[in-house]
Structure formats: structure tokens, C-alpha cells
């Protein structure tokens, strides 16, 4: 039976894990195997690269079967196809999106070549309305990925000069991205216009994922920039969302970001909420705000509670925890990956085993297949050439080494390479029981499922460093220098000391305003002055949830409180 880790122990797992991935493989993996696939990954990726710079750039997306190209940024979540723009001619996401990929293959040169071109021609002034959950993983995680990239001295990506221009084009993104949050809720629109902001009459409606994943870029962009408003914006809605939870911490999939009403009760963990789960994890992970880890825990938990059925995992009603719908989705196949993170590793195996025998049944995975009919969805029969499944493959080879999640990548690169592979490209299956094909190769293809596959018969790249992947599959690098710490005007009403250094004969606690409770007697070191007011608080690193947590100061004798981003201190005014 599963038991929850300690935070601390998840986070000392994540920081080990890709150090220890790196140990010499088992002597029943055959490495050159792993090296021959290594390379068909590589020719995949080339093939749709190369075609798409050939027949679509600086055009958004490539149309792999007639050779041309869709200006798709707009189009993106827009299943209604609504206010599409007169004049847009693209964005280059292809590109912004490949970017970590060529990284990642070792291409330094077509990674310059990208950088130069984006730097010079790429703009946000244009009159387009844009999905924000999606322009926010695809292109301000693409620019922030690569930034982030490119500055790393030991991937020596840039022979010439950088000036930050990457940073420059997401802090211009990420500030127009801020009207959407200017709602009554904090949750924002779902849609933004680049250049006018949010339009008249714009829908409220959005969904959990859609408002619940944007921490890590905006998260990130703030760090990078020194403009808190991109975190801060993102915390807050990631904040009222919890807020808006039900008693058995489960949450609806779609709401209305003025009036702050659920509108769709029945939730899981695939279409519309999926992500929302991967982001506080990866956010904790990435930012080490304990706070993350907390709702973490209580939505996994109610999650294994309530939409956890054997293998598979069902959807439920938000208020009564009752089954709503039994169906297994291609977007749920990144469960198992978000689930070796979390230390949950045997769980994480026996669902992906049923997610791989869907593909082999299939050739690949229907976008959703009905668990209680034991059929395809009959207007859901496509694959988009989706990478949640080898997202899964990798981190679970990486946390078992187990040869078997090699075979699966390699099936999985045979059927690709079967089924999707044209001339052209790599295109899109409309429909998984005629292999039928559709005239589009997704961005995400490039971003994620040869990266994936890639990594998982080659993890050089993450024997450097520790990082975290965003949703779309950019790596953003896990530094200390990221992760929380304590207000500078916290410590001196918190880590006390006498101003001269020494602990004076005679002097009392409140006299010399110091904290005895850790200011060595410098007559005797090993002992500790206690003042009679002092009561520390519940916790050593000073975090809290509720003023309950909070003690008693040294100094003042005031009742300290718990701030609204969990710390204790003196932080309400005498």
C-alpha cells in the first residue's frame, strides 16, 4: 500500500534521481540497442524538423501531407474556431518549441541559427487571441526554456553573443498576459489578445488546468526578471482554485472566473484538470514552497480516493466522490510519470502497463476509449501524435532501469514510424481503427514525444543537471537560488544575536532585544539563555498555516502571526 512521502523526502528523491540515473546500465540492457534507437529518434525528429523549416517556417505549424503550413497559435483550444484574426501569419511555434529539442540532440548550431531568428523577427504586437493556457506552455515556456538554456556556460549553445534577447520577448509575452488575471476571482480569462487585451463579451468559462498551470513559466519569468507580478498573478489563482475545492478536496473541471461557480462537476485526472496536478508537484519541486507540496498531497490522496479504480482511473463527481465516467484518455497517460516524482512507483507501473497495452491493441492510443462499453469513443478516435505515454516510458525506465520500458519505446518508435511518418512529416491519425491520417503535425510532437523517446534511450542530457519539465515538455533547471527563503527584514527579528557579538554578564533578554532561546551563554557555549516570554514557534523553519503555529517573540513578547505566503514573524503593526 502506498504510503504519502515526506516532503522532504520527495524533494531529496528528485534531487538524487537523475545523479543516480546516470549509474552504468544492467548488463541485460544492450547498449548499442539503446544507441541504434537513439539514432531512429534522431532521424524522427530531423524528419518533422527539417519538413517544417522546408514547407512552414516562420508559419506556426506544419501541414506534413500537402506540404504546407497552418498559422495555428489562434486556433489552439479553440474548438469553435471563434474570432479567428484576418491578418496573423504566424508566430514560428514550431520553432520556439524545438529549441530545448535541439538542445537536448546536441545541435548548437540550429539552436543559434533560432535564437538569431526569433531575436530579430519575432513580435508579440499583433492582433491575435490567443488560448492563455496554451500560448503560455508552448511559447512563453519554449522562450523561458531556452533562455534558461542558453545561459547555462556548460552548454556552450551560443558561440556568438546573447543578450538576453529570449528574456526579453517572454517578459514582453508575460506582461500581456496580465489583463486576463484582472477578473473579480483572480482566476484568469481563458483567452487574452495579444495586442488589445481581453475583448468585449470574451467567455468566462475556463478550466481547472487551464488556470491551475501557469506557476512554472510565470513562476519562473519572475525569478529571471525581478518582476514579482508574473508569480504573483499565477499564485493567486492557483490559490482561489484550491479555495474553490470541495470537502473531499476533489475539484470540478470547468468554472466561470467572475462569479467563481463550478460549472462542470465530474472531474478526473486527464482533459481539463490533468496538468493542474503536475504543477503544484512540479512547483514545489521547482520553487520549494511547502504550500505546493500541501495541496499536492490532499488532491493526490483524493485523487487515489476517489478516481482510482485497479489500474484505471475514472471520473467523479467534485461534491459526492461518486463515479461519473469510466474512460480511459491518451492525456491521462502522463499519470504514471507524475507518479514515480511523487515516489509512488509501483502504482505508477501498473497503470502505464494498461496505457501501453491500449497502444499495442491500437497501434497507438485513441484519444479516449470508453472503460464500461469497452469501445472507442465514436467521435474521439484520433491521435494527435501525443507524448504523455513515452513521457511516462522515460521516467519510469529512469526510476527502475528496468529494460522492459525500453521495448516499449522502441514499439512505440516502430509505430510512429509505421503509422504517422509521410513524406511530409509526421502526420496526426484521425482515426486509430483505419489509421486514417489528418494534414497536421502538432508542435508538441517536436517539444515532447521525440524528446521523450530521445531521453529515454539517452539521458546524457539530464546527467548535468537537475531539472523539471514543464507540461509541454521544456526543462526548466532546478536551482537553490530559486527556492524560498525568508524575507531579509525577517531575520533580524528572528535570528538574534548580540550586537557586540558576546552575551554579556547581567543582561537580561529583553534589554539586549535578543533571542536567548538560540544565542549562546559565552560562559558556558553548550548552554542556551531562555527569556521567560519566549515560545518558539511550532516549526524550526518558522513555516505555518494558521497563527496557531506562531509563537511568542523574545524580543517584543508580542504574539507573532502566520503571513499570507506561511511564515511567522512580527508582521502586523502595533
Given at each position: 500500500m502506498f504510503r504519502p512521502l515526506h516532503p522532504k523526502h520527495v524533494y531529496i528523491c528528485f534531487l538524487i534521481s537523475f545523479a543516480f540515473f546516470v549509474y552504468p546500465s544492467s548488463?541485460?540492457?544492450?547498449?548499442?540497442?539503446?544507441?541504434?534507437?537513439?539514432?531512429?529518434?534522431?532521424?524522427?525528429?530531423?524528419?518533422a524538423y527539417d519538413n517544417y523549416m522546408t514547407y512552414a517556417f516562420p508559419h506556426d505549424e506544419l501541414k506534413p501531407l500537402t506540404k504546407s503550413f497552418t498559422d495555428s497559435l489562434s486556433e489552439l483550444g479553440n474548438l469553435k474556431l471563434e474570432h479567428l484574426p484576418a491578418d496573423y501569419n504566424g508566430s514560428a511555434v514550431t520553432l520556439v518549441e524545438s529549441l530545448s529539442s535541439l538542445?537536448?540532440?546536441?545541435?548548437?548550431?540550429?539552436?543559434?541559427?533560432?535564437?538569431?531568428?526569433?531575436?530579430?523577427?519575432l513580435t508579440f504586437d499583433?492582433?491575435?487571441?490567443?488560448?492563455l493556457f496554451e500560448c503560455n506552455i508552448r511559447v512563453l515556456g519554449g522562450l523561458i526554456s531556452a533562455h534558461l538554456l542558453a545561459i547555462d556556460p556548460t552548454n556552450r549553445l551560443i558561440q556568438g553573443s546573447y543578450n538576453n534577447q529570449l528574456l526579453r520577448l517572454a517578459e514582453d509575452l508575460g506582461k500581456r498576459f496580465l489583463p486576463a488575471f484582472e477578473t473579480p476571482?483572480?482566476?484568469?480569462?481563458?483567452?487574452?489578445?495579444?495586442?488589445?487585451g481581453v475583448i468585449e463579451n470574451e467567455?468566462?468559462?475556463?478550466?481547472?488546468?487551464?488556470?491551475?498551470?501557469l506557476i512554472l513559466e510565470m513562476g519562473a519569468l519572475s525569478r529571471l526578471t525581478g518582476d514579482p507580478r508574473f508569480e504573483s498573478v499565477a499564485l493567486r489563482a492557483l490559490r482561489q482554485l484550491w479555495?474553490?475545492?470541495?470537502?473531499?478536496?476533489?475539484?470540478?473541471t470547468t468554472l466561470d472566473v467572475v462569479t467563481g461557480e463550478w460549472l462542470e462537476y465530474s472531474s478526473g485526472i486527464g482533459a481539463g484538470v490533468d496538468s493542474f496536478y503536475e504543477y503544484l508537484m512540479k512547483a514545489y519541486i521547482l520553487f520549494g514552497k511547502e504550500d505546493y507540496w500541501r495541496m499536492f498531497r490532499s488532491a493526490y490522496l483524493a485523487s487515489q480516493k476517489y478516481f482510482?479504480?485497479?489500474?484505471?482511473?475514472?471520473?467523479?463527481?467534485?461534491?459526492?466522490?461518486?463515479?461519473?465516467?469510466?474512460?480511459?484518455?491518451?492525456?491521462?497517460?502522463?499519470?504514471?510519470?507524475l507518479q514515480v516524482l511523487v515516489g509512488d512507483v509501483a502504482a505508477a507501473n501498473i497503470s502505464h502497463r494498461e496505457f501501453f497495452y491500449a497502444w499495442e491493441k491500437f497501434g497507438v492510443i485513441p484519444e479516449r476509449y470508453l472503460l464500461d462499453h469497452q469501445v472507442i469513443h465514436p467521435t474521439e478516435r484520433y491521435y494527435p501524435l501525443r507524448p504523455e505515454l513515452a513521457e511516462s516510458t522515460f521516467y519510469l525506465y529512469q526510476a527502475t532501469k528496468d529494460p522492459w520500458y525500453l521495448d516499449v519505446g522502441e514499439a512505440m518508435v516502430k509505430s510512429l514510424n509505421r503509422y504517422t511518418k509521410v513524406p511530409g512529416g509526421f502526420a496526426s491519425v484521425r482515426d486509430v481503427t483505419t489509421m486514417q491520417l489528418e494534414d497536421h503535425q502538432h508542435s508538441f510532437f517536436l517539444a515532447e514525444t521525440c524528446k521523450y523517446l530521445y531521453l529515454l534511450f539517452d539521458d546524457s542530457f539530464v546527467a548535468k543537471r537537475n531539472y523539471i519539465f514543464t507540461t509541454e515538455g521544456h526543462p526548466i533547471q532546478v536551482m537553490s537560488s530559486w527556492h524560498d527563503k525568508l524575507p531579509e527584514s525577517y531575520f533580524s527579528g528572528n535570528w538574534t544575536f548580540s550586537k557586540s557579538g558576546e552575551w554579556e554578564s547581567g543582561a537580561s533578554a529583553l534589554s539586549m532585544k535578543v533571542c536567548p532561546s538560540i544565542a549562546p551563554n559565552s560562559r558556558l557555549p553548550e548552554q542556551h539563555r531562555e527569556s521567560v516570554c519566549h515560545v518558539p514557534d511550532q516549526k524550526i523553519d518558522h513555516r505555518c498555516w494558521s497563527n496557531r503555529e506562531c509563537g511568542v517573540d523574545a524580543t517584543t513578547c508580542r504574539q507573532r502571526s502566520?503571513?499570507?505566503v506561511g511564515y511567522c514573524g512580527l508582521w502586523n503593526p502595533l
Open positions: 548488463q541485460h540492457v544492450d547498449n548499442v540497442k539503446k544507441n541504434q534507437m537513439r539514432e531512429k529518434v534522431r532521424e524522427m525528429f530531423y524528419h538542445a537536448i540532440l546536441g545541435n548548437k548550431t540550429e539552436f543559434e541559427k533560432g535564437v538569431l531568428w526569433l531575436s530579430e523577427n499583433v492582433d491575435v487571441r490567443v488560448n476571482t483572480g482566476v484568469p480569462y481563458a483567452w487574452i489578445n495579444l495586442k488589445k467567455t468566462t468559462e475556463t478550466s481547472t488546468s487551464g488556470c491551475g498551470s479555495r474553490m475545492r470541495s470537502s473531499l478536496d476533489l475539484l470540478g482510482r479504480y485497479g489500474p484505471w482511473y475514472h471520473e467523479a463527481n467534485m461534491w459526492s466522490g461518486k463515479p461519473t465516467y469510466w474512460q480511459l484518455t491518451s492525456l491521462q497517460a502522463f499519470w504514471p510519470g502566520c503571513s499570507e
